[in-house]
């Protein structure tokens, strides 16, 4: 069965500081898979994709991921956090039928 | 740049009421969705739509929604009788019929309140 696996649900770190965002999948066919963004009471934003090209994948205001199929993960960071940044991070799994899967969420504080 | 855009933004109803919430795909997109978001939860799958027919549902996807594009451009989602725990944001999202990507278009969410 495909899934999405995030851990932690809340992560707080100090502004500069470094921003890891955790996320495990499983799934039986090479994955796509996306980091969605969401502040409060807003839609989701798309932060960065991996569709089997490179395995660093850079997004939008600083964020990269790095898919490492042996650990089946696609970790978020940024290296240096910013007050912005605090939100609702979301890694999801497209999948070969028709749906994305997401995880459940990690709410991101970043600390002045 | 296209975006996918949803009406309305917030829609109050009462326990036992139809509601439709409406969506505007991208213009070129083929592959339709909805998702829900109950308060502080995950996005969940609803439903997909393709060719004029459903693709894939979930089982919250019951016989209280139904699903239609009643033209070339609005998809919409309707519940029958609302009841409480459809209390959610509603995200549409739609993309194109590339197989490179899967990577759906996420409108703004329309947020319904069942009172």
């Known amino acids: 069965a495909q899934s999405v696996t995030q851990l932690g649900s809340h992560v707080s770190v100090s502004e500069g500081a470094l921003v890891l965002l955790r996320c495990n999948y499983s799934s039986s066919v090479p994955p796509y898979l996306f980091w969605y963004v969401q502040y409060p009471n807003q839609g989701l934003q798309l932060l960065l994709k991996?569709?089997?090209?490179?395995?660093l994948v850079k997004g939008i205001n600083g964020f990269e991921a790095e898919f490492k199929k042996s650990e089946t993960s696609f970790h978020l960071t940024k290296p240096s956090a910013h007050m912005s940044d605090a939100a609702e991070y979301f890694c999801a799994l497209g999948t070969g039928g028709f749906k994305t899967i997401f995880g459940a969420g990690t709410r991101l504080f970043v600390k002045a | 740049e296209p975006e996918v855009t949803q009406t309305p933004s917030h829609q109050v109803t009462q326990m036992g009421q139809e509601v439709i919430l409406r969506c505007v795909p991208i213009?070129?997109?083929?592959?339709f969705y909805w998702y829900r978001q109950i308060l502080g939860q995950k996005v969940e799958f609803l439903v997909s739509f393709y060719n004029n027919e459903i693709s894939e549902k979930s089982e919250i996807f019951d016989d209280q929604f139904s699903v239609e594009r009643p033209d070339g451009s609005n998809f919409t989602l309707k519940i029958r009788s609302t009841k409480l725990e459809d209390s959610a944001m509603y995200f549409c999202a739609s993309r194109t019929a590339s197989q490179s990507s899967y990577e759906q278009y996420f409108g703004p969410g329309t947020r319904l309140t069942v009172t």
């Open positions: 991996y569709t089997s090209a490179a395995t």
């Open positions: 213009s070129n997109h083929l592959y």
